[in-house]
């Protein structure tokens, strides 16, 4: 990729490295980390997820959608909403 941008001479461009357009990047692993983490001590709601990673809604389903993709984490609703838990307690 250095070798085109240099033949290009494209001095403002940059290359961008661990792309991946379906899944999680190594950049936003924390805040997956983090959502694993916080469901390790107890089951959690969406709403609770997002008071404690301050991220809105929207970006986590994405995340807790991945987790439950990978067998990560369980989706149990409740009366009082849908918890997520950690799919293995050993995690």
Same mark, same amino acid.
């Given at each position: 990729?250095?070798?085109i %941008?240099? =033949? &290009?001479?494209?001095?403002?461009?940059?290359?961008? #490295?661990?792309?991946a357009?379906?899944?999680? $990047? @190594? /950049?936003?692993?924390?805040?997956? %980390?983090? =959502? &694993?983490?916080?469901?390790?001590?107890?089951?959690? #709601?969406?709403?609770?997820?997002?008071?404690? $990673? @301050? /991220?809105?809604?929207?970006e986590?389903?994405?995340? &807790?959608r991945?987790?439950?993709?990978?067998?990560?984490?369980?989706?149990?609703?409740?009366k009082?909403?849908?918890?997520?838990t950690?799919a293995?307690?050993?995690?």
């Open positions: 990729m250095e070798t %941008l240099n =033949v &290009l001479n494209l001095s403002n461009a940059e290359i961008v #490295t661990d792309f357009p379906n899944g999680i $990047t @190594g /950049r936003d692993k924390t805040i997956e %980390l983090s =959502v &694993l983490d916080a469901l390790k001590r107890r089951p959690l #709601t969406l709403d609770d997820i997002k008071t404690l $990673t @301050g /991220r809105n809604v929207n986590l389903n994405k995340y &807790l991945t987790l439950e993709e990978k067998k990560l984490i369980l989706r149990k609703p409740e009082r909403g849908v918890f997520y950690i293995e307690p050993g995690l």
